[in-house]
């Protein structure tokens, strides 16, 4: 009898549990306002028509206008090049964890998705990550560039704030898409022979 009372007594608190767990507590994290971080960054060139063996700068200040973020990335992607050894070294950055290097071939997230779907990376990038991120401060990344062959050297810049619960959570919101399937600003830079 007493373990027949001990099977109920455990049956029903799981019962409780299971009709909590799908009927109750889901609405109140419904009821959970969402964060939405607000990535915003300003990046200038400190040359925009070079020759070939000469330098540029890059210099990014960036910021979160919105809600607290978890995490606050800042990308620089060099779509013209397939290494980025002798060409693009790191001048300064102010984030909180050390930037990381993403080479041709290696797998990355997709779509602001988290990492939830990934894809492939088509050319080398640099992203530096604050972890976390309140709002109103500034974080600075700035690299410094030695093309080796003559053209127009493009830099693709972007800013993603995590949680990405919106389409203020990065920034731009619009135009040129890298491979990642993300937005994107271009800097170019015109080296001459």
Do not use: W
Not at 103 to 119: A, L, P, R
Not at 121 to 137: C, F, G, N, Q, T
């Amino acid at each position: 009898m007493n373990k027949f009372l001990i099977y109920l007594s455990c049956f029903t608190i799981l019962s409780l549990y299971f009709i909590l767990t799908i009927f109750v507590f889901p609405s109140e994290f419904l009821l959970t306002e969402q964060l939405v971080p607000q990535p915003v960054f300003e990046a200038v060139l400190s040359e925009t028509n070079i020759d070939v063996g000469d330098s540029f700068r890059l210099s990014i200040v960036s910021e979160n206008i919105g809600d607290y973020a978890d995490i606050h990335i800042v990308s620089i992607a060099f779509p013209d090049l397939i290494e980025i050894d002798d060409v693009v070294k790191i001048a300064t950055y102010d984030f909180t964890l050390s930037p990381s290097y993403i080479s041709v071939g290696e797998k990355i997230g997709s779509n602001y998705s988290g990492g939830v779907e990934t894809t492939f990376a088509e050319y080398p990038s640099i992203e530096a990550m604050s972890r976390p991120l309140k709002s109103d401060v500034e974080t600075y990344f700035d690299v410094v560039v030695t093309p080796k062959k003559s053209g127009i050297f493009d830099v693709y810049v972007k800013s993603i704030g995590i949680p990405h619960s919106s389409d203020l959570s990065h920034y731009p919101h619009s135009g040129t898409l890298d491979h990642q399937n993300e937005h994107v600003l271009v800097y170019s830079v015109t080296v001459n022979p």
